[in-house]
């Protein structure tokens, strides 16, 4: 099963997509989806961009593959842009 690291600061796009795609994800504590990934237990943080770091994220999402699977297809829906769209206009027409 494929998997997703990234460490940058501003793959927040491409994590979104790889979560509505099942793809369990690893990413850097920079990253501004992470409060909302944080809420959902769905992401591994890498708060260090070390090789051992990296090394560890790979191993942790390795041997956790399925259950990290799980909970990226669960969230999926929250980032459709339905959702997205409604909490806008929410947040718009107040």
């Not at 909302?36 to 790979?58: C, P, T, Y």
């Amino acid at each position: 099963m494929k998997r997703v690291i990234l460490t940058g600061e501003n793959e927040n796009f491409v994590i979104a997509v790889a979560i509505c795609e099942g793809l369990p994800t690893s990413i850097s504590s920079n990253a501004v989806i992470r409060t909302f990934l944080d809420a959902h237990e769905i992401e591994i943080v890498i708060s260090e961009l070390s090789a051992d770091a990296l090394k560890n994220a790979i191993i942790y999402v390795s041997a956790n593959l399925e259950k990290r699977s799980l909970y990226a297809i669960n969230i999926a829906y929250l980032l459709s842009w339905e959702v997205v769209l409604d909490r806008w206009e929410q947040a718009l027409c107040k």
